[in-house]
């Protein structure tokens, strides 16, 4: 399983940390994208970190240069770093899992991601 937090109310042009924390599951052998959904609008993929050795990584653009994922494997969980907030990153954040060595945003935005944890909401205020 997986859960999701981290979120709250911040100013624009603040910083979050969310954190994706793993049980059940040892992330180091499963490739964790971030999603986020606002109301009225379709899911989308922001970061993800594959589990090849390399740690990959791949943002979509509106979010390049201000958001950061990283992976703490001896904690088992995936962080998602927020900085610079903007009124238009307000939504609820959701943490996936997928048991494959290579993730791309194209990628999770098409394909089925095994395992999902319950959001956490971002509020940004301007």
């Known amino acids: 399983q997986l859960q999701a937090s981290g979120g709250g109310s911040v100013q624009a042009g603040g910083s979050l940390r969310l954190s994706c924390a793993a049980s059940?599951?040892?992330?180091?052998?499963?490739?964790i994208g971030w999603f986020r959904q606002a109301p009225g609008k379709e899911r989308e993929g922001v970061a993800c970190?594959?589990?090849?050795?390399?740690?990959?990584?791949d943002y979509t653009d509106s979010v390049k240069g201000r958001f950061t994922i990283s992976s703490d494997n001896a904690r088992n969980t995936v962080y998602l770093q927020i900085n610079s907030l903007k009124p238009e990153d307000t939504t609820v954040y959701y943490c996936?899992?997928?048991?494959?060595?290579?993730?791309?945003?194209?990628?999770?935005?098409?394909?089925?991601?095994?395992?999902w944890g319950k959001g956490t909401l971002v509020t940004v205020s301007s």
């Open positions: 970190i594959s589990s090849s050795g390399a740690s990959l990584t």
């Open positions: 996936a899992a997928e048991f494959t060595p290579y993730l791309s945003v194209p990628l999770m935005n098409r394909r089925e991601m095994g395992y």
């Open positions: 059940g599951i040892t992330l180091d052998n499963y490739s």
